[in-house]
């Protein structure tokens, strides 16, 4: 299964982004508002400058206190953000998910944002294909 497939399956929809001079008060209502964990920073909508989420302002209010939520989302951004493409194979984006410790994994195509999975959309495409390898033999077994 490719990340492709778990996009498609899904269905369309929009990608949530941020302008990077946003501020984290801004932030947290476009999280709560859409109800998310991360959003991709970018001025444009189609090419990635971060990736922040709401572990970041927790851990940001946690070592600075609650003036950090005035600043600009740029302040607690991560920058270096890891990104797969489409063709990407599912079972490798979940171990990269996991063994790297971050949720939200935004897909580009020639350079610019077309999805973002999360690790929920990665083990949910996971069950239901073993799902599906399950009732194939299931059937296989009783025919």
Known sequence: MRISD???????????????????LELLATLAEHRIGAVVVSG???????IVSE???VRAINREGAQILQQPVS??????????????????????MTERRFR???VTQDGELVSIVSIGDAVKARVSQVE???????TYIHT
Request: with cysteine; hydrophobic share 45%; net charge negative.
């Open 55 to 57: 572990r970041d302002v």
């Open 104 to 106: 939200h994994l935004p």
């Open 44 to 50: 444009d909508g189609k090419h990635v400058e971060g």
């Open 75 to 96: 302040a607690i951004m991560t920058t270096n953000v890891v990104t797969c493409d489409p063709p990407a194979k599912l079972v490798d984006i979940a171990a990269l």
């Open 132 to 138: 599906a390898e399950l009732d194939h033999l299931m």
């Open 6 to 24: 778990v996009i498609s399956a899904r269905g369309p929809h929009t990608v949530v982004t941020i302008p990077a001079d946003a501020t984290i």
